[in-house]
């Protein structure tokens, strides 16, 4: 039988041993260390252990210093600190990227499916208009039975009568 390791066309089968990580915990470790770096919080930490560094290496007899060249090991630390937060903050970045893609996914189908709700609306008001322009108004009701009534034909006016004229009292 063949190495199944040398097969590039099969995936490759799991071993017993071998443990595997949550991406997605190890993810949300990133954005939580990423979301701390950014805090005001973080940078007074940081520079109080800063300030104490330098004090520390400084002000204490040379025997007692723990960084000889005064701060070539604080440079080291901070250089890995920056080294490590650069990639967690990046990782944290596109975590956050893929939930907008998603997030602004929703709201296009949101969007298409408003605007296709609006468009039918405005086809159902379009249909309704064109039904009631053809419906009698009360108006042209009126006329039109105003039109059939058989009229009475009207009565000769009658002329006036002259007024007698009032007698006028002499006084």
């Not at 490759?12 to 915990?25: F, K, L, P, S, W």
């Not at 949300?28 to 919080?41: D, M, Q």
């Not at 930490?45 to 090991?73: C, E, G, M």
């Not at 006016?157 to 007698?164: C, G, L, Q, R």
């Amino acid at each position: 039988m063949a190495d199944p390791r040398a097969r590039l066309d099969q995936p490759r089968t799991e071993r017993r041993g071998r443990r595997r990580y949550d991406a997605d915990a190890f993810g949300r470790l990133t954005e939580r260390v990423a979301r701390f770096l950014g805090t005001g919080k973080y940078l007074v930490y940081q520079t109080i252990a800063i300030i104490l560094w330098i004090l520390y290496n400084t002000v204490t007899p040379k025997s007692w210093r723990f960084d000889p060249y005064t701060f070539t090991f604080l440079t080291l630390i901070l250089s890995l600190q920056a080294a490590y937060a650069a990639p967690l903050i990046l990782l944290a970045q596109n975590r956050q990227d893929d939930r907008d893609r998603v997030n602004l996914e929703a709201d296009r189908d949101e969007a298409r499916q408003s605007k296709a709700d609006l468009e039918y609306l405005a086809r159902e008001m379009a249909a309704i208009r064109m039904a009631v322009g053809e419906v009698a108004t009360r108006d042209f009701l009126r006329s039109e039975l105003a039109r059939l009534e058989p009229r009475e034909p009207k009565e000769p006016k009658k002329p006036k009568e002259p007024k007698e004229p009032k007698a006028v009292d002499p006084v």
